[in-house]
């Protein structure tokens, strides 16, 4: 359809959806192959199934226990409730990411300037945000933690198995805004990083005292107790 938005009923299928800028939903136990749109919002009712999820603007919604292959967005958010699964990456440009309890991505997370917010869920691959907030408590990261400018926070029981790194920009001949904003990385009583925690440019890291970490580069670590720094 052109912009006219498209409705799949609880049971529903379809092969494929494609819509200019309408908007898209699909209720509980529908099922749905790939799925753009231009401008418009996509919903995933409870335990809905979509292929790949592409999106110009529109927000994606996934409701508790829907599924989806990958999504993609340009500025829109990805907002999930409980037990979500992700079957590859989410990658969008300015929009948030944010997944309830026992959500999982199976591939990367990889954001511009939006923020990546999790509870007890699980990646596979990497979260990298540019000048996004990372807040993650009692979840498992497998692979890196990345950001250049953004707050990252490890709560409760979060696993980082690979680096945290906070990084420059990587640019080639004149670059513009080249020098960003220091980062502040907290590591809270019971997470944990297995891998280095390097700092590229200036920040600040506090690392409770109970938490476990790796080797640390370019930054002094500040030791705290009780329940922030």
């Known amino acids: 359809v052109g912009s ?3 409705t799949l009923e609880a049971g529903a299928s379809a092969r494929r959806i494609d819509t200019g800028s309408g908007s898209v939903r699909l209720y509980e136990d529908a099922r749905s192959g790939d799925i753009d749109t231009g401008s418009g919002r996509v919903e995933l009712g409870r ?12 927000r994606v919604r996934l409701d508790e226990g829907a599924y989806s292959e990958r999504i993609d967005t340009g500025s829109g958010g990805v907002e999930g409730g409980a037990r979500v699964v992700v079957d590859g990456k989410i990658d969008t440009g300015s ?4 997944l309830g309890e026992g959500s ?3 591939g990367n997370i990889d954001t511009g300037s939006g923020g990546v917010v999790l509870v007890a869920s699980e990646v596979a691959g990497y979260i990298d945000t540019g000048s996004g907030r990372i807040y993650l408590t009692d979840s498992n990261i497998l692979g890196e933690v990345r950001t250049r400018s953004g707050e990252v926070r490890l709560e409760g029981s979060t696993h980082v198995h690979g680096d945290l790194l906070v990084r420059t920009n990587r640019c080639w001949g004149l670059c513009w805004n080249n020098n960003p904003k220091p980062a502040r990385v907290v590591i809270g009583a019971n997470a944990r990083v297995d891998g280095r925690i390097k700092f590229e440019h200036p920040g600040e890291l506090w690392v409770h005292q109970q938490a476990s970490i790796g080797k640390v580069e370019g930054v002094e670590v500040r030791r705290y107790t009780g329940e922030r720094p």
């Open 4 to 6: 006219g938005s498209v």
């Open 47 to 58: 335990n809905a199934r979509a292929g790949r999820i592409d999106t110009g603007s529109g």
């Open 95 to 98: 929009g948030s990411v944010e």
């Open 104 to 106: 999982r991505v199976a």
